[in-house]
């Protein structure tokens, strides 16, 4: 296993001893094994004698079992790009750095987001110090625009190799969290139109039509239009979703002093 070993003294009288030396580099098939198992095997030869003038060899093994214990460790970071338009129904990129920072092999490594459902992962398996790079895709919805930020929190994943003391070993979890920020543009316009009044006296009534859209990126409630002029305004619902319109009414009787 280690190679060449260093022996101080090869002749030992009755009693004696010698402390022979090695160095081994652990690999890391030892590290993701926990142990490193050794024997090894001295060999002396007795003297000749005129009984025994070609003596047999002697030799005696021992074996050493070396703990290399596991430090398991994965770091998560989750980024994203910025959607095309903060608005409802752009695409988000998602992507989420999983690095080995550990000294064993990881395998079954993965990622999970409730949010983004499902992830991609290029890698399943990572040495120590390696790296994978997954990814996701998310639609935003008209709830996230309105909150005005995605908060989205992934977990990273991965099992070290079972050893004889660890034959089951825990999975290692690490979370990260990343904020996309949804800016709020609330905009509105406003058309107001007329019929005609079937006559051009005093008396006569004027239909007016007032449509209002919601030009924005958010949802708009308390809805409404305010005409001093006019009486009887109404309008048929007080919320917008983002591109949605509504066309309040009101009628107003003309005076002489306007004809």
């Not at 825990?170 to 800016?183: F, G, H, M, N, Y």
């Amino acid at each position: 296993k280690v190679g060449a070993v260093n022996c101080p003294d090869t002749t030992l009288i009755p009693g004696g001893s010698t402390t022979c030396t090695a160095t081994y580099t652990l690999t890391l098939a030892d590290v993701d094994a926990g142990t490193v198992h050794n024997s090894a095997t001295v060999t002396g030869l007795p003297p000749a004698t005129a009984g025994n003038p070609n003596p047999a060899p002697v030799t005696a093994t021992d074996a050493v079992d070396v703990p290399v214990p596991a430090d398991p460790k994965l770091t998560l970071d989750k980024t994203h790009a910025a959607p095309a338009t903060n608005t409802a129904g752009a695409i988000v990129a998602y992507s989420f750095l999983v690095t080995n920072t550990g000294n064993v092999t990881l395998s079954a490594v993965s990622v999970s987001d409730a949010k983004v459902g499902a992830v991609t992962c290029p890698a399943s398996s990572l040495l120590p110090g390696a790296s994978t790079t997954c990814t996701a895709s998310y639609t935003l919805l008209q709830s996230d625009v309105d909150a005005g930020v995605v908060d989205n929190t992934a977990t990273a994943s991965g099992t070290q190799p079972a050893t004889p003391t660890n034959l089951n070993p825990t999975p290692i979890t690490v979370a990260d969290t990343d904020t996309l920020p949804l800016p709020a543009v609330p905009t509105i316009t406003l058309d107001k139109t007329h019929a005609a009044p079937a006559t051009n006296t005093a008396g006569a009534t004027v239909a007016y039509s007032f449509l209002v859209t919601n030009t924005g990126n958010v949802t708009l409630s308390s809805v409404g239009v305010v005409d001093t002029k006019v009486s009887s305004l109404t309008c048929p619902t007080a919320i917008l979703l983002p591109g949605a319109s509504t066309t309040c009414t009101a009628s107003y009787t003309l005076t002489q002093a306007d004809v």
